[in-house]
C-alpha cells in the first residue's frame, strides 16, 4: 500500500470512529430517554453502502471497513457494564457555589457557600503542610546523603567536622 493509501486508510478510520463516537453518544441519549431513534441510525450504519451497480457491489471503499465495526459495535456494548440509573437531584450542599456571587444567592445558599469555603481553605491548607513535611523530608534525606558522602570521602574530616559542630 502506498503512503497516499495510508493517508487515505487512516482518514477513512478517523471518520469511522467519529460516527461511531456520536452512535454510542445516541444510544446513551436514546437509553435515557427511552426511544429508539438511535437503533435505526445503528442499524442504517450497519446496512450495505448504496450500490450504483447490479452486481452487489458497493461504490465506496468504506463499505467493508464500516461494516465490520458496525459488526464489533453490538459486542463492545455487550462486554460494557449496564448503563448507570438517572441521576437523581443534586443536594443543594452537593452544589460548588464558590464561583457564584453572593448577590445571585439566596441566604440558605450563601451559608452552605460559606460552609463549602471553609471545606475549601481547610483542605488547601493541608495539602500545602503535607508538601511542606514533604519538602523537609526530602531536605533532611539530602543532607543525610550529603554527610554519607563526606563521611565515606574522609572519615577524619567528617569527624572532625562534627566535633566542631557539637
Known amino acids: 500500500m502506498t503512503d497516499e493509501g495510508l493517508g487515505e ?3 477513512l478510520m478517523q471518520e469511522v470512529l467519529q460516527q461511531v463516537k456520536v452512535l454510542r453518544k445516541q444510544t446513551r441519549d436514546a437509553g435515557k430517554q427511552g426511544a429508539g431513534p ?3 441510525a445503528m442499524a442504517a450504519e450497519g446496512a450495505p453502502a448504496a450500490n450504483d451497480a447490479d452486481d452487489g457491489t458497493p461504490t465506496t471503499t468504506a463499505a467493508a471497513p464500516r461494516a465490520d465495526i458496525a459488526a464489533a459495535l453490538p459486542q463492545q ?10 441521576q437523581q437531584q443534586l443536594q443543594p450542599e452537593e452544589i460548588n457555589y464558590l ?4 448577590d445571585l444567592l439566596t441566604a440558605e445558599q450563601i451559608k452552605i457557600k460559606r460552609r463549602q469555603q471553609l471545606l475549601h481553605a481547610g483542605r488547601v491548607g493541608r495539602e500545602k503542610a503535607a508538601a511542606r513535611r514533604a519538602a523537609a523530608a526530602a531536605e533532611r534525606e539530602e543532607q543525610a546523603r550529603a554527610e554519607d558522602r563526606l563521611l565515606m570521602a574522609d572519615p577524619f574530616t567528617y569527624l572532625s567536622g562534627v566535633v566542631c559542630r557539637h
Open 77 to 86: 456494548q455487550q462486554q460494557q457494564p449496564p448503563p448507570l440509573p438517572p
Open 99 to 102: 464561583g457564584i456571587p453572593d
Open 9 to 11: 486508510a487512516a482518514e
Open 38 to 40: 438511535a437503533g435505526a
